[in-house]
């Protein structure tokens, strides 16, 4: 009689096989009950993205580095919307400052372009070349007001001792409705 069980199996009992296999998926379902989540693990995780070597939710584009990620969001959410101004001073190099001192680039007169009530959800980033210490990206912006559309930026960013600053920002293409700056 030819048995069906492959040639490895062959001379094995049926019932040896059988248990085999069961006892391999329960100790497969206690290490998976063992290793699973429980409340005191996600408190742990909570506290973990709250340390500085943890990698916070706005770096969840894994193409990016994050602090490149970080200080662009910064970037944008200070100077671009304009909303506090004055903290994105020493995100930018003096060349793209203009010359401007602290106090007047806090007016929010600044030659950066406006894009205002951004729509984070749609945010991303990513990179497209380097070229004499500067790292440049695509910024894709969506408005959540449908009158201001939305627009692909490039950004630059230099590395000045241990920070990035942005070097250079200007718009490539608008989608939508012009923006008055």
């Not at 205002?116 to 440049?136: C, E, I, K």
């Not at 559309?149 to 001792?161: M, S």
Request: charged fraction near 15%; glycine fraction near 4%; hydrophobic fraction near 45%.
């Amino acid at each position: 009689m030819t048995s069906t069980f492959p040639f490895v199996f062959r001379g094995v009992r049926r019932s040896t096989i059988i248990v085999a296999g069961s006892l391999t998926a329960a100790a497969t379902i206690f290490a998976s009950l063992l290793l699973a989540p429980t409340a005191s693990s996600a408190q742990h995780s909570a506290t973990a993205l709250q340390q500085p070597h943890a990698r916070p939710a706005a770096c969840s584009d894994t193409h990016v580095p994050c602090p490149v990620t970080l200080t662009v969001r910064r970037f944008i959410a200070t100077a671009v919307q304009r909303e506090n101004v004055g903290a994105s001073f020493e995100l930018v190099t003096p060349e793209l400052r203009n010359g401007l001192t602290k106090k007047e680039w806090a007016s929010g007169n600044i030659p950066i372009v406006l894009f205002p009530d951004v729509n984070w959800r749609a945010f991303s980033l990513r990179f497209n070349d380097a070229a004499a210490g500067v790292s440049y990206y695509f910024v894709h912006l969506r408005s959540k007001k449908q009158a201001h559309g939305e627009a692909e930026f490039w950004i630059g960013l230099k590395h000045d001792h241990d920070r990035l600053l942005v070097s250079y920002f200007a718009p490539v293409v608008v989608f939508g409705a012009p923006m008055a700056v």
